[in-house]
């Protein structure tokens, strides 16, 4: 029985996808490069901890660099060398700000220091657990999440594989599932046993014949249920490839996992089979490089670390046609202005465009208010407001219409007639609310301190007074209790019944006085006495 499809609102349909030619060839693994660049970042959350010095030798997939505490991903060697330094070089990033990294000069591919092949059943949870996490795998499908801090959750509802490769120009996954379908189903098979998932989706669009074929019969007879979804971007958006299966749209603010549905993209699946079977850290994935400037456009199983430049000349760039390479998708890329910059374990594609190829006309101009942005927007937002809210500096009423909830898809910038780049608004107006979010929180934390200091000082004084009444109420009890020891011990005076009454009562008080000077003069001197 078909799936029913919920679909979601917006998205749009690229007039050209320009998948092939690069998806009608073969995988073809890349040659060794003379030297890798392994950024310490390549995933989501903490840097990656350096364990080896530079001038030490290393072996194909030795760990180089420990995950951080909390969310972070180790990074293996991906071939024999030695380490020529640790330190910043150019990497791709939004910002084009150099991170640290670990630089190897290769000798040879080397063996793998793989165990003997392992079949998933022979082992237990805990120790597939610690294989993945280990293997430093993250989502390849872009968001670069280590794969095991997933895997914690019991009962999951819904287990979805993502191969909604919806991006035109990206053919990596499809190739993928075409050629290693086996493979990736066996990923699935593994991750389901950790979530313990109570229903298996494997979507895939339309658009993509023969990968279906291979997946179905991988599937077969399986409790993995395959969905044919319409080509539509973006489609492989986490969000809306939830609303578009089970109907539900994830709140504002929240992530699947908090409904029980966890997600998986092929490569990740792939990966995590090469981990439990092969012990195979994650050192390679598969790249699409295609374009104008392209001679031999394909998709290149590429050692992580490998330089662009040396990908593309592998790939024969035409150096006099090549305008610009852009990372990822035309509508969700970056582009790269340094070639020396490294294949990381999110690149899944590198786009070498040739003259008139891409969109090369990037004056914004005015907006005209046509509303396109609108209808396209999958996340229901109201882009055109965020943009001008932005513009404006008016951030936090751009964050009152749910600019967190932006997927940075693009696709409002497609339509856009005017040319507006409209993600890199919304990127800005994220980056000062978070910023912002950070000065409140740092002066809520100096505010928490100085609440703290001011109830202790206060406290002490308290403290210090009570002591004082304290002692003055010893002191007065000790005098009392001295006293009338002295009262006790003086003899009592000789009645003189002819004295008149008052200089009696005065004779009394001058003895008791005088007892009273005695003690003090006791206390203050104990040999006072004595010297007398």
């Known amino acids: 029985m078909a799936w029913h499809l919920h679909g979601f609102p917006g998205g749009i349909h690229p007039a050209r996808m320009n998948k092939s030619p690069a998806v009608d060839n073969p995988i073809e693994s890349l040659p060794l490069p003379p030297h890798l660049i392994l950024p310490l970042h390549q995933h989501s959350g903490e840097p990656a901890i350096p364990v080896v010095e530079v001038g030490q030798k290393v072996r194909r997939g030795q760990l180089i660099a420990k995950a951080a505490p909390g969310r972070s991903a180790a990074v293996h060697a991906p071939a024999n060398g030695e380490i020529s330094f640790i330190g910043f070089h150019a990497c791709p990033n939004d910002s084009g700000m150099h991170e640290q990294c670990i630089g190897i000069c290769t ?13 998933d059943i022979s082992l237990t949870e805990e120790e597939m657990r610690q294989r993945i996490a280990m293997a430093g795998i993250v989502g390849l499908g872009g968001a670069g999440f280590p794969t095991e801090k997933k895997l914690t959750r019991h009962g999951t509802k819904y287990l979805i594989i993502n191969a909604a490769e919806c991006e035109p120009y990206i053919s990596c996954d499809d190739r993928l599932m075409r050629e290693r379908a086996p493979q990736i189903v066996e990923g699935i098979h593994i991750l389901a046993r950790l979530l313990q998932a109570e229903k298996i989706l494997f979507a895939i669009e ?57 997600m998986y993209n092929v490569g990740t699946c792939y990966a995590v089979s090469r981990a439990i079977a092969h012990s195979e850290p994650l050192i390679s994935r598969i790249v699409t490089v295609t374009g104008d400037a392209v001679q031999r456009p394909g998709n290149y199983e590429v050692l992580i670390g490998t330089p662009i430049e040396y990908l593309l000349q592998h790939a024969g ?68 407001q965020l943009y001008w809210h932005i513009k404006t500096g008016a951030y936090e009423r751009a964050e009152n219409l749910h600019l967190d909830d932006c997927i940075e898809c693009g696709a409002c910038a497609y339509v856009c007639p005017s040319h507006i780049p409209l993600v890199q608004y919304y990127r800005h107006g994220k980056s000062h609310l978070w910023l912002r979010q950070q000065e409140r929180q740092k002066a809520e934390h100096a505010k928490q301190r100085f609440e703290a200091r001011q109830a202790r000082l206060e406290r002490e004084k308290e403290e210090k007074a009570l002591r004082h009444k304290r002692a003055a109420e010893a002191r007065l009890a000790a005098a009392q209790a001295s006293e009338a020891r002295a009262t006790e011990t003086q003899p009592a005076a000789k009645a003189e019944p002819d004295k008149p009454v008052i200089e009696q009562h005065n004779d009394r008080m001058s003895e008791v006085l005088a007892a009273v000077e005695r003690a003090r003069k006791k206390k203050t001197d104990p040999d006072a006495e004595n010297k007398s």
Not at 107 to 119: T, W
Not at 353 to 368: M, V
């Open 107 to 119: 000798d040879e591919e080397g063996e793998l220091d793989e165990d003997e092949f392992v079949d």
């Open 206 to 262: 339309d658009n993509k014949p023969e990968a279906l074929k291979e997946i179905a019969l991988a599937c077969f007879e399986t409790d993995i249920e395959v969905v044919v979804i319409p080509t539509k971007y973006p489609s492989g958006a986490q969000k809306q490839l939830v609303q578009n299966l089970l109907g539900i749209e994830v709140p504002s603010g929240q992530h699947s996992t908090s409904l029980g549905i966890v």
């Open 317 to 384: 760039v035409h150096s006099d046609k090549l305008r610009r390479v852009v990372m990822g998708g035309p509508i969700m890329g970056i582009a790269i202005n340094n070639l020396g910059a490294p294949v990381t374990k999110l690149t899944n594609c590198l786009i070498a465009s040739g003259p008139g190829e891409l969109d090369e006309d990037l004056r914004a101009r005015e907006c005209i208010r046509c509303g396109d942005c609108v209808e396209a927007c999958p996340a229901s937002l109201l882009p055109q």
